[in-house]
């Protein structure tokens, strides 16, 4: 397969950090690994590194593929490449798995090189706070001292404005997209059904499944069909499903009767097989941690008083999950500091998706923005 | 305990059928009984009674105590009783247990009393069709020839729309509150989850789990989480618990942090010990099954055009399962056959739960309405 405006045929890396890792909760990592990719090359001033922060279920493969057979590209393809609205010909793409991941970097899923087995639910609950620190320290390692640019959408937007928060002077732009300043009480009730529907599934052994030849399938589907409704538009799903039969009459079952019914299984099948449960516990629960304004005395603005970098926030109308007011929150906040700041409430059918979706006017006002980036 | 305005101690009543009843997915309930309750006087002339139907996991258990201990009255005591907006001193109200149900009509976990074993799965899919069916069959018996009103919220409301597609020489009055002309895809896709949680608990035993000396308590927890969510408005969920924590400071764990979580849990456990799972399946099957636009090339208007009573049609406008829109659809569908109709849009906070709370418009709205009708 050739693609004019691919990145191409990506390798993921590993970095081993051995410098212990104190996290928010007090736990400490003595020693951890993250798995990245990198898209573009590194200038010689070392000016052009963009990282992009993943959101719940992604991870480090952004762009590209492992193989000229790999049937999909990284998640975010659409965005960066060569020519692309995030241009690695100009810049320098750094994508992570981030800590407590199950795509390569340090997780419940992975081995703990203490025991010889996997951390299981002794892998540390982790946050926001935690993943901009770890991923402070990958730059270091990279050599690189300050972002062109931090981006991301979602739980990735938060990881974006935080950057600015604990390490103002490494961040010259960010990009906080389809996020929110913390989640609403609704926002935090969806992601507990989904733990709940994963931690008393009997084959999640309190998180230990891995010694115990099992997986908690049935939980992480329903909490992955729960989150795919949260991630379109009511419209979205009528537009697309609507009320569509999928046998052409009814059946009178339990069985899929509706086309809408039918993509919820599929979507919830194929993660139950591909992602760890107790990832998903985790990147939910940082979701819901996150709270910048917390430290503040409920104060976002305050939070903010030490940015330095000069924001993009972008929303999509049907977003329900991290609604455009969220996101004027952030706005009215970096405003607040006389901080220069571009919103776009962009016009989506797509709900929370749109993020991950190339719209046209959305990659347009990525593509314009970065364009005058200077490296 | 003595309340003024209530209708007292009440008893439930059973009504056995015989005469087999046909259901809309050719299922036949060769006999079958109804649980229902009743509240004032039928006068002589049998023109004062009021129908009540009710939603997912009501019963006709909808006003009174069943002793002086009972700690809750039933589901719309606010509504019902000397005095109050629905007046047992004028009306004869009848509320019954729907086909299906688990409150002592025949359903999955009432007795076949062809095999003496609980129906089990063996309970067909019923619809709200069917259950229109069965409510004129109580009626019949009851010598009921015409409602003075039929009254329904949610799902509840359907089968009071449905009352006057099919029988509209049967009903003066109907009130359509808080309801839809059919779910939307979103709506369906709650659903299906719900479903499926209670589907793939190993404790379901494909339905048959009152033989294996199981209960698929989980799966119903988490429906019940779930459903709670779509209950609520997002801003009610905000008020009521916002990010409130539980213990002061988080925990860092998978347990009880916030307030919202507690609420979630204690609802989900309360329900997974009272409710009959496969009751749920057909509850909710029902809700995705009604369409009565269908059978009229997807008209509703159509599909309303034999209707002769004077419609009540009640949205709140946080209610986003049953959106203000929807009523407007039904609105518009009875104008279009000039029809009578009272529409009210009434401002809440409480999202779809509004429709079982004492809101001091929508109750004045009810006695307003209620108070000129003639019996």
Chains 1, 2 share one sequence.
Not at 174 to 189: D, E, G, H, R
Request: aromatic share 12%; proline share 5%; with cysteine.
């Amino acid at each position: 397969m050739s693609e004019s405006n691919s990145v191409g045929i990506v390798k993921a890396q590993v970095a081993h950090f051995t410098q212990p890792l104190t996290l928010k909760s007090g736990a400490v990592l003595p020693q951890y690994h993250l798995a990245y990719e990198t898209y573009g090359e590194l200038n010689a001033a070392k000016t052009n590194a963009v990282l992009i922060c993943h959101a719940l279920s992604g991870n480090h493969h952004v762009a590209g593929r492992y193989s000229p057979e790999d049937k999909y590209p990284g998640w975010w393809d659409n965005l960066v490449g060569p020519g692309k609205p995030l241009d690695t010909n100009k810049f320098f793409v750094i994508g992570l798995n981030n800590l407590g991941g199950c795509h390569g970097s340090s997780g419940p899923s992975s081995v703990n090189p203490l025991t010889d087995r996997p951390y299981s639910a002794t892998f540390p609950v982790v946050t926001v706070e935690d993943w901009v620190e770890s991923q402070a320290r990958l730059l270091d390692y990279l050599g690189i001292d300050q972002l062109a640019a931090v981006i991301g959408g979602s739980l990735g937007g938060m990881q974006a404005l935080h950057w600015n928060i604990v390490y103002p002077e490494r961040v010259r732009h960010a990009f906080v997209i389809a996020s929110a300043p913390n989640l609403t009480a609704q926002n935090m009730a969806f992601n507990e059904v989904a733990r709940q529907a994963i931690i008393t599934d009997p084959e999640f052994f309190d998180g230990d499944y891995y010694n115990h030849g099992t997986v908690p399938r049935r939980g992480l589907r329903i909490a992955r069909m729960l989150g795919h409704i949260t991630y379109l538009s009511d419209d979205a799903m009528g537009e697309k499903f609507g009320r569509k039969l999928r046998h052409g009459d009814v059946k009178y079952s339990f069985d899929v009767e509706f086309e809408m019914e039918s993509y919820l299984r599929y979507q919830g099948d194929k993660f139950a097989g591909e992602f760890d449960a107790n990832t998903y516990l985790r990147m939910t629960r940082a979701l819901d941690y996150f709270d910048p304004a917390l430290d503040y005395d409920g104060n976002l603005s305050k939070a903010l008083s030490r940015a330095k970098a000069k924001f993009v926030v972008i929303s999509f109308t049907t977003d329900w999950r991290f609604s455009p007011a969220r996101s004027r929150e952030i706005v009215q906040a970096l405003l607040d500091n006389a901080l220069p700041v571009k919103y776009a409430e962009v016009t989506s059918a797509h709900g929370h998706d749109a993020f991950l979706m190339p719209d046209a006017h959305y990659h347009a006002i990525m593509r314009a923005y970065l364009e005058q980036i200077k490296v």
